[in-house]
């Protein structure tokens, strides 16, 4: 009898220490777990402000340096609304959000009243290093083009409108901050509307989701796409019956 009592005595002795132990245990993550959220919360938020005053106070820099890149490189046009922050939607990059964005064939000057831009997106997100914004130096690496329509026309002689817009200015370019090192790029809800000089009407496509991811060296580039698309109506050969589903 005394050695089943002392045997009973001794297991809950052995599970006392146990649940000591894994309450130790227990309480111990919990203070781990605590710190690390709190550090993690101090770095986010350090990170936002940080963010936040170097946007404010280089903003319209940001948004010259951005449109004078894009215009100086091609014959077309772009208009830029607006731009505002995007706290920690690409951390630890800064993201701005480039809002209500037209990209014109012709330039102001020589555009006729009633062309239609190619492109007219509700916003455009663009990703940028944090300590290359902080050395007055913008290199982007990721893109997201949202809410858009693509207005693409093809002429009589088989160039597109696009084409034409993307055509190299003759003059000189002047140096400007934008560094392209483009590692993503993602459209989100993209109408693409098809016009062809051959067709009594135009060819549409809906693009859900499409997600690039580059891969370069010094000798090449590659290319993964990952892409959800639907095919509103396309023409071929017969102008009359489209061809419709998702791809």
Known sequence: VCK?????LLFKISSDLCAMKSNRFISVLKRILKYAAISIGVILLLFSIASYIIFEQRKEWLLAQLQEYINQAQSGQVEIAAMELKLLKHF???TVALNSIKYYEHRDTVRIPDEQPILN???LFVALDFWSVINKEMKVSEIT????SLNMIQYEDGLLNLENALTKRKKTKRETSVVIELKEIHFDNIFLNWNSSSMPKPSE?????????LFSDAN???CKLTAVQEVKALYINNPHEPI???V
């Open 121 to 123: 997106a509700k916003q």
């Open 244 to 246: 419709t589903g998702d």
């Open 220 to 222: 090449k580039l590659d």
């Open 145 to 148: 083009l949202s809410e858009a």
């Open 4 to 8: 089943v009592q002392d045997n009973r």
């Open 92 to 94: 630890p990059n800064v």
């Open 205 to 213: 496509f809906f693009i859900q989701r499409l997600d690039a991811t």
